[in-house]
């Protein structure tokens, strides 16, 4: 049982400021987006070009929105936090905020053989780390039920099971990596619909 202090945070504080990061990471990743600098006429072979650029973003910019909305729906029910709640969800925070770096890493790597296992490999974990967090957020929520109210077990018990499934898929997509790094970033594509559509 976790004792609440009087002066804890507030969980709007605490979603005001998560909101922050996420609007923040999820406004770096354009920032890999370069206008390409190219004569009259090559603009559209070199956009093409640079399709692994366009492909990692957008599984970026969706996932991160849906990692905002999982987020959200999380903290909304949830009517005191704890220090403990604080430090996980810095930990959740801290995964979210690497998505930009991450991100470069790949698609700057993606067509190049001798980089694009590990690079991607890196990327998949990055979102293994941030499904293993909302777990443990889900699982220490469960342990502590004075932090909710009752009537939200339930929801919590059935988003942690979908956590389990994604943390799988994203390992799995880590190591299926090292044949195919594309294929990889597809499975990542696959989860953002999968978790788009999966019953809340």
Request: aromatic share 12%; glycine share 4%; with cysteine.
């Given at each position: 049982m976790t004792k609440i202090s009087n002066r804890s945070l507030s969980p709007s504080r605490l979603e005001a400021f998560s909101d922050g990061v996420f609007s923040i990471a999820i406004t770096l990743l354009v920032l890999e987006l370069h206008i390409p600098r190219v004569q009259d006429g090559e603009l559209s072979e070199s956009l093409l070009s640079d399709w692994p650029s366009y492909l990692s973003y957008f599984v970026s910019f969706f996932s991160i929105g849906i990692t905002w909305v999982n987020h959200h729906g999380l903290f909304d029910r949830i009517k005191a936090t704890s220090r403990t709640l604080l430090f996980l969800n810095l930990g959740l925070?801290?995964?979210?905020?690497?998505?930009?770096?991450?991100?470069?890493?790949?698609?700057?790597?993606?067509?190049?053989?001798?980089?694009?296992?590990?690079?991607?490999?890196?990327?998949?974990?990055?979102?293994?780390?941030?499904?293993?967090?909302?777990?443990?957020?889900?699982?220490?929520?469960?342990?502590?039920?004075?932090?909710?109210?009752?009537?939200?077990?339930?929801?919590?018990?059935?988003?942690?099971?979908?956590?389990?499934?994604?943390?799988?898929?994203?390992?799995?997509?880590?190591?299926?990596?090292?044949m195919s790094p594309i294929l990889a970033i597809c499975i990542c594509l696959i989860m953002c619909i999968w978790f788009v559509f999966a019953p809340q």
């Amino acid at each position: 049982m976790t004792k609440i202090s009087n002066r804890s945070l507030s969980p709007s504080r605490l979603e005001a400021f998560s909101d922050g990061v996420f609007s923040i990471a999820i406004t770096l990743l354009v920032l890999e987006l370069h206008i390409p600098r190219v004569q009259d006429g090559e603009l559209s072979e070199s956009l093409l070009s640079d399709w692994p650029s366009y492909l990692s973003y957008f599984v970026s910019f969706f996932s991160i929105g849906i990692t905002w909305v999982n987020h959200h729906g999380l903290f909304d029910r949830i009517k005191a936090t704890s220090r403990t709640l604080l430090f996980l969800n810095l930990g959740l925070l801290l995964g979210v905020a690497t998505i930009p770096f991450t991100t470069s890493l790949a698609s700057s790597w993606l067509q190049t053989p001798s980089g694009s296992t590990l690079a991607v490999a890196i990327y998949c974990l990055n979102w293994a780390l941030i499904a293993l967090m909302f777990i443990a957020i889900l699982r220490y929520l469960l342990n502590n039920n004075e932090l909710y109210e009752a009537e939200f077990s339930s929801i919590f018990k059935e988003e942690s099971k979908r956590g389990k499934v994604g943390i799988s898929l994203y390992i799995l997509a880590s190591l299926i990596s090292l044949m195919s790094p594309i294929l990889a970033i597809c499975i990542c594509l696959i989860m953002c619909i999968w978790f788009v559509f999966a019953p809340q």
